[in-house]
């Protein structure tokens, strides 16, 4: 585990939240919602689809790379 700034989190990262619940990054949204301080986590997968807003200066923790998937 190693901890990142959000922004340089890419997609393909296995991140663990602050809220302790885990995601598979697959997309990243820059400038989410129109705000230069945002980036949107996006996983969609066939087994669910969740996004998370954070601040570009967040810290958090990469539990691992996975590869990421062509959709």
Do not use: C, Y
Not at 52 to 67: F, Y
Request: charge should be positive; glycine fraction near 6%.
């Amino acid at each position: 585990m190693t901890m990142k700034r959000a922004v340089d989190v890419v997609p393909g990262d296995r991140v663990r939240l602050a809220s302790g619940r885990e995601m598979n990054i697959t997309r990243i949204e820059r400038d989410f919602l129109g705000r230069d301080d945002l980036v949107g986590f996006v996983e969609d997968t066939h087994q669910r689809w969740f996004a998370q807003a954070l601040l570009v200066t967040a810290d958090v923790i990469t539990v691992s790379q996975v590869a990421p998937r062509n959709r």
